[in-house]
């Protein structure tokens, strides 16, 4: 009888010391993973975010080079209306750094008589239309530069 139940304390105790063995492993496992960051939740939040966000117009080189390649023979180099074919126009080209009339136009306006010509905007044919010139985006662009140029904003 005393042999069988010291084999059996024996018994315990190896199961005791094999639970406790488990009991330690799973918690150093369990650990690390615990705090490994959730990747897949970060990447889901930002996407619809940066959709939100819409496209900045800012003026580029690109810009700047449009304006002298396109719009400096008549509005001038330095937007000043005075460009060679000016002389020969009817009207004269407007002066883009004059905030005076300017500043009576809508961004909107301004867009439309580049992109459609003066006479969509109720102004003078010699201003032509630029919509099959170039894209969108650069005739933004330079709505923002003309209001560079004239240092004003519609009022
Ligand atoms: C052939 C000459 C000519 C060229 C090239 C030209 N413009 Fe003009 N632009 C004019 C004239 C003339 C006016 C004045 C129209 C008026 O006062 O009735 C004008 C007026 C404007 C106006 C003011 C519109 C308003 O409300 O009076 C803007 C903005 C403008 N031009 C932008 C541009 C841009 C940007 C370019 C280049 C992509 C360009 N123009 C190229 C002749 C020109």
């Known amino acids: 009888m005393k042999t069988i139940s010291q084999a059996s304390i024996f018994t315990y105790w190896i199961l005791l010391l094999v639970m406790m063995l488990i009991g330690c492993s799973e918690k150093q496992t369990s650990k690390p993973s615990t705090s490994k960051p959730p990747f ?5 939040s930002l996407r619809p ?3 939100l966000i819409p496209k ?11 304006y002298q390649w396109y719009c400096a023979q008549c509005h001038g180099i330095e937007g000043k209306g005075d460009g060679i074919n000016a002389k020969f126009l009817t009207v004269p080209p407007r002066n883009h750094t004059k905030p005076q009339y300017l500043e009576t136009r809508t961004d909107k306006q301004l867009f439309e008589a ?3 010509g ?9 201003m032509p239309a630029w919509g099959h010139t170039m894209d969108e985006e650069i005739m933004h662009q330079l709505v923002r530069y003309i209001r560079e140029l004239c240092q004003c904003e519609s009022l």
């Open 118 to 126: 003066g006479l969509s905007v109720g102004r003078a044919p010699c």
């Open 114 to 116: 580049i992109k459609f």
């Open 40 to 44: 897949h939740v970060e990447t889901k």
């Open 56 to 66: 900045p117009i800012i003026v580029t080189v690109k810009t700047r080079e449009a």
């Open 49 to 51: 975010k940066e959709k």
